[in-house]
């Protein structure tokens, strides 16, 4: 199953939109394990592509599951 993932990013008005089939809970292991190395947290999204960050400026993670594609206008993304 599908699920969004926003990324808050300190200092950054606008946060990171990933959609990926990764469970909340791997997602969360990857980001305490790349804090406890200083590491940058880099998440991969359902199409292959990477997004990193370092882990340090993560400000939150916010997890939302898909159920279905949201298409028109207004709908308070």
Do not use: C, W
Not at 45 to 66: I, R
Request: zero cysteines; charged letters at 20%; proline letters at 3%.
């Amino acid at each position: 199953m599908t699920m969004e993932v926003k990324i808050g990013v300190q200092h950054v008005g606008r946060e990171l939109s990933v959609e990926t089939d990764e469970s909340p809970d791997a997602i969360l292991e990857g980001l305490n394990g790349a804090l406890a190395d200083g590491a940058v947290f880099s998440l991969t999204d359902a199409k292959g592509h990477t997004v990193a960050v370092p882990a340090e400026k993560v400000a939150y993670l916010y997890f939302t599951s898909e159920s279905g594609r949201k298409v028109g206008f207004g709908l308070g993304g």
